[in-house]
């Protein structure tokens, strides 16, 4: 089993639908949760940044993490044809920040 | 900045054929990492290194498979011999070690494809 799994998708959605991406985890040493968002041909760049558990909202991108419940989301309010992407989570143990795992990806197609 | 840079963006190559990946990462960041990603297996890490020293090779999937950094602004992935499994999205990637977030940053990677 791996330590983190995402929702495979793929999502297609109209324009101005809420998004709701998610994952689950099986480390619970994991402590910093990220999702990265990459085009087609690109690399990933990160969209959002959590530490420990809680809500982080950016603009239309809110991030979740439940940690009792091991699960993290990722919601796109008013969806654009701009956020079509695949969005991948990442997690990181507290001890080492930078060694990431990275879910599958889920991609996402919003249609105008 | 100029990113992080791989090359090359694309390599088409014979079973049997050594590749060489390279990569540049961002001035000033200490460690690089090396993904794959497939569409089977998703992003997988590789290596990674630490102030050019490489502190996790577990991913690496087999001896066909190595890694160098022998300064700060350079590293290779060597494939020897290559095989068609070994056809993937090659990342590199680089951070900066004592950042509160532990964000990476990817470069655009580089295509392989073993015929």
């Known amino acids: 089993q791996k330590e983190v799994e995402q929702d495979p998708g793929p999502l297609s959605v109209p324009e101005g639908a809420i998004v709701s991406l998610n994952c689950t985890y099986s480390n619970s040493a994991f402590q910093y949760f990220m999702w990265y968002r990459q085009y087609s041909r690109k690399g990933p760049e990160l969209l959002m940044y959590t530490y420990s558990s809680g809500n982080k909202e950016d603009g239309r991108f809110t991030a979740q993490v439940d940690k009792s419940s091991k699960y993290i989301s990722l919601f796109i309010r008013d969806s654009q044809p701009s956020d079509s992407a695949t969005y991948l989570c990442a997690m990181s143990p507290r001890t080492n920040a930078g060694k990431s795992t990275f879910g599958d990806g889920t991609t996402l197609t919003v249609k105008p | 900045d100029a990113g992080v840079i791989q090359s090359p963006r694309h390599e088409v190559t014979e079973m049997g054929q050594e590749v060489t990946l390279r990569c540049k990462p961002i001035?000033?960041?200490?460690?690089l990492f090396w993904y794959r990603q497939t569409m089977m297996r998703g992003l997988e890490l590789l290596i990674y290194f630490n102030n050019n020293v490489p502190i996790d090779d577990s991913g690496m999937p087999e001896d066909r498979f190595s890694a160098k950094m022998p300064n700060a602004s350079f590293s290779t992935l060597k494939i020897q011999p290559s095989e068609p499994r070994d056809s993937a999205v090659y990342f590199c990637a680089s951070s900066f070690v004592r950042s509160n977030t532990g964000e990476l940053f990817f470069g655009e990677g580089s295509r392989l494809t073993v015929l």
């Open positions: 001035s000033g960041h200490n460690s």
